[in-house]
C-alpha cells in the first residue's frame, strides 16, 4: 500500500467515525426532547424555582459583574424569574443571545421582546461589546465528557470558540439527560457546572 493510499484509508475512518459519531449524536437528541417534553409538564414550575436557586447561589458566589442568560423555550428551564430579580437587585448585567448569522452576539436584555426565527425571542439589537463573565447555557443533553447536546445548530459553539477569556459555564436542565457514552465532539462546549433538578 502506497503512502497516498494509506492516507485515503485513514481519511475514510474518519469521515466513518465521525459519521457515526453524529448519528450517535441525533439518536441521543431525539430521545432527549422526548424526555423533556414529557417531563416538562410535571411540576415543572418547582423544578425550575429549584434550579434557579441553585443558579442564583453560583453567582452570588463567583461575583460576575456580567452574565450571559437565555430566553427560555418550552422544554428549557424558566430563568426569567432569575434574570428578574438579577435587574431588580443590581446583582449584575443581564444579556441574552441575538442571532446574528449562523451565531449570536450577546445584547443586554430589556422589553420589549420580539419573537425570531426557531421561535426565539429577543431583545432590541445593540452593537456594544461586552466580556462575559459567567454563562447560564440551556442544555438539551451532555455525555460523560460534560460537553453541550443541543439542538443541533452550533450556535452556542460559535460564540464561545471566540470568548477569551472564556466565562463560567453553567449548564442548566429540567431532569438530567446524560449520555454514558461520548458523542460529543471537541468542538462542543463543555460545562464548569451542570444543575439540574436534584
Not at 61 to 69: E, F, G, N, Q
Not at 82 to 104: A, D, H, Q, S, W
Not at 114 to 130: A, D, R, T
Amino acid at each position: 500500500m502506497t503512502h497516498s493510499q494509506n492516507l485515503v484509508n485513514q481519511d475514510q475512518g474518519r469521515v466513518i467515525y465521525k459519521n457515526n459519531l453524529n448519528n450517535a449524536k441525533c439518536d441521543f437528541r431525539k430521545k432527549c426532547i422526548e424526555r423533556l417534553r414529557f417531563s416538562s409538564n410535571i411540576a415543572k414550575i418547582k423544578k425550575d424555582k429549584y434550579i434557579c436557586s441553585k443558579i442564583f447561589e453560583l453567582i452570588l458566589l463567583h461575583k460576575p459583574k456580567t452574565v450571559l442568560a437565555y430566553i427560555p423555550l418550552d422544554i428549557e428551564v424558566n430563568i426569567l424569574p432569575l434574570i428578574n430579580k438579577l435587574r431588580r437587585e443590581k446583582i449584575c448585567e443581564v444579556y441574552v443571545p441575538f442571532m446574528v448569522g449562523k451565531t449570536f452576539k450577546a445584547v443586554k436584555y430589556r422589553l420589549p421582546l420580539k419573537k425570531k426565527q426557531f421561535g426565539i425571542k429577543e431583545p432590541n439589537n445593540s452593537h456594544l461589546k461586552v466580556k462575559i463573565d459567567l454563562a447560564i447555557v440551556p442544555i438539551i443533553g451532555t455525555d460523560k465528557t460534560n460537553r453541550r447536546v443541543g439542538f443541533g445548530r452550533g450556535m452556542y459553539d460559535r460564540f464561545f470558540e471566540n470568548l477569551s477569556p472564556q466565562p463560567v459555564k453553567i449548564f442548566t436542565q429540567t431532569v438530567l439527560c446524560k449520555s454514558e457514552t461520548t458523542v460529543t465532539s471537541i468542538h462542543d462546549i463543555k460545562a464548569d457546572f451542570i444543575i439540574t433538578n436534584k
